[in-house]
């Protein structure tokens, strides 16, 4: 009676889109938990509180509009965590169970997305998300996995992937001509230990690459929706090609949130190992398929917005048509830019004396650091040092702040940091200097051991006093 519904040869890609999510949910939870007092916090960079206060809940539905605290938060971090544990280590629970479990890790990143303000503005937030509240629906492990969100889940991958493979086209020429990789693994958001090699490839395999990555988001999205073997194919394709991302670049949980969805389109033939053969299945209530065909044509009239950005000749990239941030649209790198700029913040302990230099955990400073793994996880405040160097307008709401909280020694905001140059008192000045970055060459860092060379520009924010900020 519900062969229709049921996918049963796609029982090892549930286990694994599952399982995977579950991983983003914890390291997204854990992210939350560590950076949230520095960041969002009632003494952090953009309260909370404050934001609240401005912002009614229809704008940003949130459980924090019934009450905040920063234990609350941690307390909310800390549920949520403990939830994608669960989620991880349990594949067979009652159905009623199960989704209330996912539902409750939805709801949790949701309030804290919703308050997030500059610091949760990126894509792969909206992208769990969406992911997220479909995984609701896809059933413990007593039950065939249900057709309608696989093929939902399959349909947020082509659009992750070709939004994505469009804005490029769309928007820069060096996507055009296949020189956008000359810059692009030099001048990305957050290097990584392989970034530097991958830069120094011969341009002659950096146009290769280029072109793989039009084939993989222009034309294997389509082939998501062929007839097996061809759509387990396609799915592979993606997933190595977001595997060649995560060693070449740190972009938080994004990779590792397309492989999740590439599985969705995988035949359980090729993913055996992933899971034992699986029991008889249950036959689906038929509430759960009420449930499931309505969260389908909600999607599909949700669809129209993304497919109307798509088509459209002004196209954006990772937009949110609604608070739920579901039906979403996506892409990423419709430009590149030519220069890496860095925006180095010092500070002096007294007027004339020596400005030492904060160390970020991830971005760029100390020529002599190699460039650390950091993906999956997600450095909040170093992402947006990155846009602040391309236009100063990104640090409007929150660069005052820090300039401030380092010259009282915050705590919570030093927290952020890899290394605060005043541990005993704070400076007396504060600036930020702007330099120019690019990766050393190999005859370079054989001489001196650098990773990069800079050059200064000029000042970016002068010498700053306390009584300066008053």
Same mark, same amino acid.
């Given at each position: 009676?519900?062969? /229709? ?134 059933g413990p492990g007593s039950l065939a996995p249900p057709a309608p969100v696989l093929w939902l889940l399959t349909w947020l991958l082509f659009r992750v992937e070709f939004g994505a493979g469009l804005i490029k086209l769309r928007g820069d020429s060096c996507w055009r001509d296949f020189t956008a990789l000359y ?37 294997m999205p389509f082939v998501l929706f062929a007839p097996q073997p061809a759509a387990t194919v396609a799915g592979l394709v993606v997933a190595v090609t977001q595997g060649w991302l995560m060693l070449s670049g740190n972009f938080a949980w994004l990779n590792w949130l397309t492989i999740t969805l590439a599985f ?8 055996? /190992? ?122 409007r709401s929150w660069l005052p702040n820090l300039v401030e909280a380092l010259l009282r020694n915050e705590e919570h905001v030093l927290r952020l940091l890899r290394h605060n140059p005043f541990p005993e008192s704070p400076p007396r000045l504060v600036r930020a200097q702007f330099y120019r970055y690019r990766f ?31």
């Open positions: 009676m519900w062969d /229709w519904f049921s996918a049963p040869g796609y029982w090892a890609a549930r286990f694994a889109v599952q399982h995977l999510l579950a991983v983003a949910y914890l390291v997204a939870f854990a992210c939350a938990l560590r950076q949230f007092r520095g960041l969002l916090g009632e003494r952090g960079l953009t309260p909370i509180p404050r934001y609240l206060a401005r912002v009614p809940f229809r704008g940003a539905p949130s459980l924090f509009h019934l009450h905040y605290s920063d234990r609350f938060f941690a307390g909310v971090c800390w549920v949520g965590i403990a939830g994608s544990v669960l989620a991880l280590v349990v594949d067979f629970a009652p159905l009623w169970a199960w989704i209330v479990l996912w539902l409750l890790l939805w709801l949790l990143y949701l309030s804290i997305v919703n308050v997030g303000q500059v610091w949760y503005s990126f894509g792969w937030e909206s992208l769990l998300l969406e992911a997220g509240f479909l995984a609701i629906f896809l810059y692009h693994h030099e001048t990305q958001p957050m290097p990584g230990p392989l970034s530097r090699w991958f830069h120094l490839l011969p341009r002659s395999l950096h146009k290769v690459e280029v072109a793989a990555n039009h084939g993989t988001q222009l034309v969705s389109a995988m035949g359980s033939w090729l993913l055996r /190992w992933v899971t034992p053969e699986p029991p008889q299945p249950a036959a689906p209530s038929p509430w759960f398929v009420a449930a499931v065909l309505v969260v389908a044509v909600v999607f599909v009239v949700l669809s129209y917005w993304p497919v109307r950005n798509m088509l459209g000749r002004r196209q954006v990239m990772n937009r949110s048509f609604n608070r739920l941030h579901l039906g979403n649209t996506y892409g990423a790198f419709g430009s590149v830019t030519r220069t890496r700029y860095e925006v180095i913040i010092e500070g002096a302990a007294a007027p004339g004396g020596e400005w030492l230099a904060y160390e970020f955990k991830g971005k760029p400073g100390d020529p002599h650091r190699r460039p650390p793994q950091v993906a999956p996880y997600h450095l909040r405040l170093d992402w947006l040092m990155w846009f602040l160097a391309i236009s100063p307008s990104y640090g050393a060459t190999r005859a370079e860092h054989r001489e001196t051991g650098a990773y990069w060379i800079r050059s200064r520009i000029g000042d970016f924010v002068p010498p700053l006093t306390l009584e300066d900020l008053e």
